[in-house]
């Protein structure tokens, strides 16, 4: 399995914007999906974004309806990067941000904690009114 490691959380204002990344160990060759969640606090984890790795997946993207058209997910095969740029971010986009990878296929239509078996520590992100 891959690690991960995110960076480039923090805190602004409403409207403001932010980019995560997120390292990973190993060859995002070897993944199948790799994702954006973020959990609020008292709230479940809630899928974000997801982009689709294998070879036959040609780029799929998966955007959650809460941050389509501001979100963006991507990927630096060489050097095995998944970032998340955050535009026009909001008070309700504050959240622990996690990056997560599976080398399984993942069939959920909505992406799901359980469908991934690696995470990285996760990283902060606070956006004010």
């Known amino acids: 399995r891959v690690q991960l490691v995110e960076s480039g959380g923090g805190s602004v204002q409403a409207g403001g914007s932010l980019r995560l990344s997120c390292a990973a160990s190993g060859d995002i060759d070897s993944t199948t999906v790799m994702a954006w969640f973020r959990q609020a606090p008292g709230k479940e984890r809630e899928g974000v974004a997801a982009v689709y790795t294998s070879a036959s997946a040609n780029g799929y993207t998966y955007y959650d309806d809460s941050v389509k058209g501001r979100f963006t997910i991507s990927t630096d095969i060489a050097k095995n990067t998944v970032s998340l740029q955050m535009n026009s971010l909001k008070p309700e986009d504050t959240a622990m941000y996690y990056c997560?990878?599976?080398?399984?296929?993942?069939?959920?239509?909505?992406?799901?904690?359980?469908?991934?078996?690696?995470w990285g520590q996760g990283t902060q992100v606070t956006v004010s009114s």
């Open positions: 997560a990878a599976t080398d399984s296929p993942v069939i959920r239509v909505v992406i799901h904690p359980a469908d991934f078996p690696s």
